[in-house]
């Protein structure tokens, strides 16, 4: 498995970091704890501010619909896609607020295999 990074800021200094943890092998394109990473994001060139800090979570147990489809079900019917719109929206949740130190902020996040995750970094005071 191969972790790859891409960041964005936009106007207002927001900061988007979208991380994803995933395998071209289709024998384990489902998961594979041992490619599960936690990796440390060192974000840079950031102004003096506080800024808060969320996550964003896409995997088996994070804005996972099919999680909720009962094992067996080739298609969903009409009280099925019901619960499973009831289960259609983004993980999300809060972290500490963080000050960056000489213009970085660094965190810890865990990625198993597979997932997509994205940290997002609003500076408290709009600049």
């Not at 979208?18 to 060139?45: F, K, P, Y």
């Amino acid at each position: 498995g191969t972790i790859h990074v891409s960041a964005t800021k936009n106007d207002v200094s927001d900061v988007d970091v979208l991380i994803w943890n995933g395998t071209i092998n289709t024998e384990i394109m489902r998961g594979d704890q041992r490619l599960s990473r936690e990796v440390t994001l060192n974000i840079a060139g950031l102004q003096p501010n506080t800024y808060r800090l969320s996550l964003a979570r896409v995997d088996e147990e994070h804005s996972n619909i099919i999680r909720h489809l009962p094992e067996g079900v080739a298609w969903p019917d009409s009280e099925q896609w019901d619960e499973l719109r009831r289960w259609d929206y983004l993980f999300e949740e809060s972290l500490a607020n963080q000050n960056p130190i000489k213009g970085t902020i660094a965190v810890k996040v865990f990625l198993p295999h597979p997932s997509v995750v994205r940290l997002r970094l609003c500076p408290v005071d709009k600049l």
